[in-house]
């Protein structure tokens, strides 16, 4: 059972554009949860990361939108750059650190210039 | 920021061969490491949870005598890949955490195996 739902499978965006990234979730047991950016031949990067008492939360140019009642959440990548092609995935646990993450089947970003 | 290392980067070894995998906490100390698989354009599937001083609790369809982990001290767990087939071929990544509260999980950059 795949506890975590993502999408799009690849993303194309146009340098400066908005990069969306969606994310559903089906366990409520779930507390925390992660995006993390990962290059080819590289383990994944912690990007940002939200708990659900917040709907909202920014870094940079990366924010977190989340939405507790739909079980939804979402990253957005703001003036998108070429180096931010990568593939990110979201992922959720519950608490942070010593609990496995699940992750979801990632998305493939391509920022043309 | 915490450090997660993982050696070796990339290992390519004859059928039958077993093959271990390490992966340090630099510079912190982790008392629990994961350990995933990854294949190719493909999510993170979790194999098994490490505990430093006890055995390792596997996920569902992992076989643990395929692959055996040890956690000897609070930086070291080890993966190791017993007589090893083409199918076992994958991208093996670990993370750990510090131990302080709300600390997210920090990965190594993964060891690909390749079986021939």
């Known amino acids: 059972q795949q506890q975590v739902k993502q999408s799009p499978q690849s993303l194309i965006v146009q340098k400066g554009g908005i990069s969306i990234i969606n994310c559903a979730y089906e366990n409520t047991a779930f507390d925390y949860f992660p995006w993390y950016q990962?290059?080819?031949?590289?383990?994944?990067?912690?990007l940002i990361a939200i708990r659900p008492d917040v709907s909202e939360k920014k870094e940079g140019r990366f924010t977190i939108s989340f939405n507790k009642s739909a079980k939804q959440f979402s990253l957005h990548i703001?003036?998108?750059?070429p180096g931010d092609s990568a593939t990110y995935f979201c992922a959720a646990s519950m608490g942070t650190g010593r609990r496995a993450l699940t992750f979801g089947s990632g998305t493939?970003?391509?920022?043309?210039? | 920021g915490a450090v997660v290392s993982q050696h070796p980067s990339w290992v390519i070894c004859k059928s039958g061969t077993s093959v271990k995998i390490?992966?340090?906490?630099?510079?912190?100390?982790?008392?629990t490491m994961f350990w995933y698989r990854q294949f190719p354009k493909q999510s993170l599937m979790l194999m098994a949870t490490s505990n430093e001083g006890s055995k390792a609790t596997y996920e569902q369809g992992v076989e643990k005598d395929k692959f055996l982990i040890n956690h000897a001290s609070l930086t070291l767990s080890t993966l190791t890949v017993t007589s090893a087939h083409p199918e076992d071929s994958s991208f093996y990544i670990c993370s750990a955490t510090e131990p302080r509260l709300n600390q997210p999980q920090h990965f190594g950059d993964g060891t690909r195996l390749s079986i021939l």
Do not use: H, I, Y
């Not at chain 1, 990962?38 to 912690?46: T, W």
């Not at chain 1, 703001?78 to 750059?81: A, E, I, V």
């Open chain 1, 108 to 113: 493939r970003l391509q920022v043309q210039p």
């Open chain 2, 22 to 31: 390490e992966c340090r906490s630099l510079d912190f100390q982790a008392t």
């Open chain 1, 78 to 81: 703001m003036d998108s750059q």
């Open chain 1, 38 to 46: 990962q290059f080819p031949g590289k383990g994944p990067a912690l």
